[in-house]
């Protein structure tokens, strides 16, 4: 049973004045429009329509938050780096998403989804440079592995591993394919780690959230 199974749609979030007051621990999922983040969340949760897979990159325009139990939240944040995107909405993203990084209090880690194929581009480095400062851990999956050969997504693994591993010893890596349902139970150990939530048995390095007084605004 996938353990982020009891995961349900909680609330839409537009402004900071309505993200939710009880919340104890939450992650984040973040990553470029067309990197497969809510195909990801879908295949964590079991569930196929969780969160919504658009034909149109870039249409998830505010803060997605499902509930998993008694104040622990998935939120599911806007895709980054869509060129189309109107304006208005960029900026949008860019006064919702920043602050909510930098200062949101129970945000306890964030996922960034990577297309396995085209990582680490330079909106990807921005936004883990942008989270750096919170001292708190962030878990990349580089997702449809499964359209790489074995060799070059091992390879992939080790330059993106050695690349975080400069920037922070609390970042983390894998391979990861919704297609192919491979790579979920190690994420499921980080999410487990991070949130405090029961794994039936140790499946993978867990890295658990940053101890209180790390760097970083708050915010309610």
């Known amino acids: 049973m996938p353990l982020l199974q009891r995961a349900e749609f909680h609330t839409t979030v537009a402004h900071l004045r309505d993200l939710p007051f009880d ?18 969340i879908n295949t964590l949760a079991g569930r196929v329509r969780l969160a919504f897979v658009s034909k149109t990159p870039g249409r ?29 909405i960029r900026t949008q ?24 194929r085209h990582p680490m581009t330079d909106l990807d480095r921005r936004l883990i440079e942008w989270f750096r400062p919170t001292g708190r851990p962030i878990h990349v999956l580089l997702s449809k592995s499964d359209k790489l050969t074995r060799q070059q997504s091992l390879q992939t693994l080790r330059a993106i591993k050695a690349e975080l591993a400069q920037m ?14 491979t790579g979920i139970e190690e994420a499921e150990a980080v999410l487990a780690g991070w949130l405090g939530l029961p794994l039936p048995e140790a499946k993978a390095k867990i890295k658990g959230p940053p101890e209180k007084g790390s760097p970083g605004a708050k915010m309610p």
């Open 60 to 88: 998830t325009q505010h803060l997605n938050y499902f509930r998993l139990g008694e104040g622990k939240y998935l939120v599911d944040l806007p895709g980054y780096g869509y060129a189309k995107a109107p304006e208005a």
């Open 93 to 116: 993203w860019e006064g919702l998403i920043g602050p909510y990084l930098q200062g949101r209090s129970p945000l306890v880690g964030l996922v960034v989804i990577m297309d396995s």
């Open 23 to 40: 919340a104890v621990s939450e992650v984040a999922f973040a990553g470029r429009s067309n990197a497969g983040k809510s195909s990801a």
């Open 168 to 181: 922070s010893p609390q970042y983390s890596v894998q391979l990861f394919s919704s297609l192919k349902k």
